[in-house]
Each structure stands twice: as C-alpha cells, then as structure tokens.
T-cell receptor, first 113, second 114 residues
C-alpha cells in the first residue's frame, strides 16, 4: 500500500521558472513532512520540512504548502536553476515511530537553460 | 566524521552468496536507520536502531536480512543467500534525535546480485 503518492514522475522547467511537485498522503497519523533532494550517486539530503500546524513554510527559494484537510502538500521551487536538477522525494513520518520515513516515488526535475 | 559513510560503495554478489554492508553514522547520533532504494523508486524503511537496541525491524523483507549495531555506533546490514530481487541501493541514515530529527543519509551501497 503506497501511503505517500507523488506527482509528477518527471518535470522539465526552464531556468527562472517555478517547479511544483505534489504529494498526497493517506495516513492521518503522519505529523512530519520533509522533502529530500537526491543527486545521482548520493544519498538524499533534507531540503525543507513542515508540520501540520502551519499551512506554509518558506526557506529561500523553496516553499512547502500544506493542506491538512485535503491531505496534500507540495514543494515549490522559485527561480529554478540548473543546479536544482535532481530527484526530489516527499516523505512523511508519525510520532512514536522513531520518525522512520515513508517516501514518495520521486520526481526527476530537469531545469533547462 | 564529516557525514555518514558506507562501505563498500558497490558490491556485486552471485546469487546465494552472503553480503555485509557497513554504515558509519555521524558521531554521537543516537538513531540509525537502514533503507532500501530500488531503481527509480523512493527509499523504503528496513530497520531502526536507538543506540544498540534494534527497536523496529518491521521493514526487513525476509529472515535473510539481519542488522546489528552492537556498540551503538557502527552498524552492519547482512543479507544471507542473496537473491536477484535484493539488488538495490542500501542507504543508511543517522539522526541526533529519537523523534522528528533530520536524518542524514550516507551515499549508499549499490548491491547487484547476478
């Protein structure tokens, strides 16, 4: 059972554009939602994370929007740069589970010049 | 150390062989996780240690998979009698916290079973 669904599978954005990746979850016990960035041959690295008590969190060019009632959250990358080209994973975890992460299937982002 | 390290980075095994994958977490990190990442997929949880105690092994796919962290630092994931479906990248992550702390991932070990 896929508990976190992610879309799109791949995304091509021009330099300077906005990249938007969406995730939906099923388990209402999830209470921590991080986004990870992974480059080829590397492990995932935390980009930004949000808890369900806020609807939006912004760090630099990266923003998470969170809709608790719809059980959806999204990552927005403003002013996308070629260096942002990577695979992005949304994830979720719940209290009491030592924060083991349930990941989405990933979005491969390519930012073109 | 500067980050989580894993060895070997690449491992090729013949079907039926046993393999051992090592993880060196960030010094002082209490929590240690193993994940399996199939090609083109997101990581999937395998097992979790808090110090030397294995508190959750619900993600281990079969009894051929075994993990240990005897002194609460270095961890080893062992796969016995490897099968082709075991081919994947095995990621180790560590965290300072036992709750929702940032998990720092190693580069992974790519296991190929022929």
């Amino acid at each position: 059972q896929q508990q976190v669904k992610q879309s799109p599978q791949s995304l091509i954005v021009q330099k300077g554009g906005i990249s938007i990746i969406n995730c939906a979850y099923e388990n209402t016990a999830f209470d921590y939602f991080p986004w990870y960035q992974q480059f080829p041959g590397k492990g995932p690295a935390l980009l930004i994370a949000i808890r369900p008590d806020v609807s939006e969190k912004k760090e630099g060019r990266f923003t998470i929007s969170f809709n608790k009632s719809a059980k959806q959250f999204s990552l927005h990358i403003m002013d996308s740069q070629p260096g942002d080209s990577a695979t992005y994973f949304c994830a979720a975890s719940m209290a009491g589970t030592a924060s083991k992460l349930t990941f989405g299937t990933g979005t491969r982002l390519q930012v073109t010049l | 150390g500067a980050g989580v390290s894993q060895s070997p980075r690449y491992k090729v095994a013949k079907r039926g062989q046993d393999v051992a994958l090592r993880c060196d977490p960030i010094s002082g990190h209490v929590s240690l996780f193993w994940y399996q990442q199939a090609l083109g997929q997101g990581p999937e949880f395998l097992t979790y240690f808090q110090n030397e105690a294995q508190l959750d092994k619900s993600g281990l796919p079969s009894d051929r998979f075994f993990a240990e962290r005897p002194e609460g630092s270095v961890s080893t994931l062992k796969i016995q009698r490897t099968q082709q479906e075991d081919s994947a990248v095995y990621l180790c992550a560590s965290s300072l916290s036992t709750t929702h702390g940032e998990q720092f991932f190693g580069p992974g070990t790519r296991l190929t079973v022929l």
